[in-house]
């Protein structure tokens, strides 16, 4: 079994920055993609970033695209979301989830490791 802990939420003006850490614990996610999912309250699970196995693709969802780079370091076991140019619209529970696979879906049943979540709030 792996373990996935998020860190860095918070509350952040419009316009500023956060950023997420997921650290794993008990089994390695090499090999494996790692992605972030966000649930708003009464909405869906939504797909925000995918890693490839060995970083080798990252995959990003358009409401992101060019303001949320994420990247992984599998000698630590940690993956980051890096948030810039926060909008209200990003507010939402973040979440770390590891593939049941090596290459990237958006589909939260393709995961079958998934983290807490942690708070992320962008508001004036």
């Given at each position: 079994?792996?373990?996935?802990?998020?860190s860095?939420?918070?509350?952040?003006?419009?316009?500023?920055?956060?950023r997420l850490?997921?650290?794993?614990?008990?089994r390695t996610i090499s090999g494996y993609a790692m992605?972030?999912?966000r649930q708003a309250p009464g909405k869906d699970r939504e797909f925000v970033a995918c890693l490839n196995r060995n970083a080798g693709d990252?995959?990003?969802?358009?409401s992101v695209k060019g303001r949320f780079t994420s990247s992984?370091?599998?000698?630590?076991?940690?993956?980051?979301?890096q948030m810039n140019s926060l909008k209200p619209e990003d507010t939402a529970v973040y979440f770390c989830a590891r593939s049941r696979y090596s290459l990237c879906t958006s589909r939260p049943s393709d995961y079958s490791h998934w983290g807490q979540g942690t708070q992320v709030t962008v508001s004036s």
């Open positions: 079994q792996v373990q996935l802990v998020e860095g939420g918070g509350l952040v003006h419009p316009g500023g920055s956060l850490t997921c650290a794993a614990a008990g992605a972030w999912f990252t995959d990003y969802a358009d992984r370091d599998d000698a630590k076991n940690t993956v980051v979301l």
